[in-house]
């Protein structure tokens, strides 16, 4: 009998611990402690699923995704999220959230003012001096978190966001918990509670681009897109909600069935996708579907919100990622399962208001897989 090299003999040969997934920690960088002064090792989490070749990294600072390796159809691994070498990268002012976890309040909040049961909040107006967005200056990305390896899949990150942190009310406990698994899936799932009333949505920032990080806009226009959603929350000229929630169909926004980006991009204009789409909240549903043709990269979206902030990357400027790979506009695409943007300023909108007596929980999948070529 002549062997032939196949994965399974791959598998067989080299027993059932590759049929795993395991966890690596190393150090990422370093951080000074702004209360004790004492420096704290800033550390990365490498999650591989041996079997497929696939994995993620992850730090705690801001609970960030900094890379996810993944093959091709021909078999050649390539990154295929933005992020930075360094850690000073995603400590940079002007770092646009690369890969990291966004509270408490994700998107914007109308001029960073908002009451909850009549006693009003302003918090910091880091949008252009005008509105809230992602969570103030000192957001949920830029902090350091508490991690902790839970299982042989799985880190599980918390953080303590103290009564009063850029201007939100109540000390709010947040644990975020990234797992691999043997198909290939990276499951975020958030919780969080808290002892005051306060609004809180959450989601992960991550930039993909199934071509691979350094393939910028001429690869992007490539991707074909298909949303899982028929309608969208308009926004103004300051990309806030206007409360109305309009159907996509008849709009350069309808996504409902699968279209080449570059034709979608062109179709607004180029002035890109930014838009919450509506989803119906079933995490066993696809959200949205998203394929390279040329790799045959495949990413599937999973997620029991409300909604999807899908984004084209319309205000990237130009700046240098890992391994040098200049990163510039409608260079990656987001996915960021939500609830509605400034829904503290929309009665018609899902609440985003946490009680103390209430978890808050959010759980999102992000799936890689492959096109199949060959049918067998
Ligand atoms: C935000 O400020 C503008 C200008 O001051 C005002 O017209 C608008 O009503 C405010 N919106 C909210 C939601 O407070
Ligand atoms: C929140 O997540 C943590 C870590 O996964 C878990 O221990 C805890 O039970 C969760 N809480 C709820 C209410 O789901
Ligand atoms: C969610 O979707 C699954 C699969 O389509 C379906 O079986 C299930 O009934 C749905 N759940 C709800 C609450 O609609
Ligand atoms: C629309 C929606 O689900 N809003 C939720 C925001 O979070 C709080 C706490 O989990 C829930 O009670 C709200 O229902």
Known sequence: MILRWSPLLLLLLCGRSQASITIFEDTFGHIVNPETKSIDIVRRFTLTNHLL?????????????TSVVTPDCYNKLDDIVLGFDYLEGYRHPENPYIGATIGRVANRIQNGSFTV???????????RGLNAIHGGVKGFDKVLWNPLVTKSDSVTMTYTSVDGESGFPGTVHVTVTFT???????????NATTDKKTPINLTNHAYFNLAGHRSGSRELVNHVVKLFSESYTEVDSLSLPTGEIRPVNGTPYDLRLPKYLGFALQETQWKGFDHNYLLDGNVSTMAAWVVHPKSGR????????????????????????KQYAL???FGAFCLETQKYPDALHHDNFPSI????????????????????????
Do not use: C, M
Not at 299 to 311: A, S
């Open 327 to 329: 990163y510039d506009q």
């Open 53 to 65: 070749r696939t994995q993620v990294q992850i730090i705690n600072y801001g609970a960030t995704i």
């Open 180 to 190: 691999l698994t043997l198909d290939n899936r990276l499951i975020i799932k958030y």
């Open 298 to 321: 495949v990413l599937n979206v999973y997620t029991d919100q409300p909604g999807v902030q899908f984004y084209t990357g319309g205000n990237l400027k130009p700046i240098y990622g």
């Open 117 to 127: 049961d009549g006693v009003e909040y302003q918090v910091e107006k880091n949008d």
């Open 353 to 376: 208001l946490l009680s103390p007596d209430e978890t808050y929980e959010h759980t999102a999948i992000y799936e890689f897989g492959l096109i199949q070529l060959w049918k067998k």
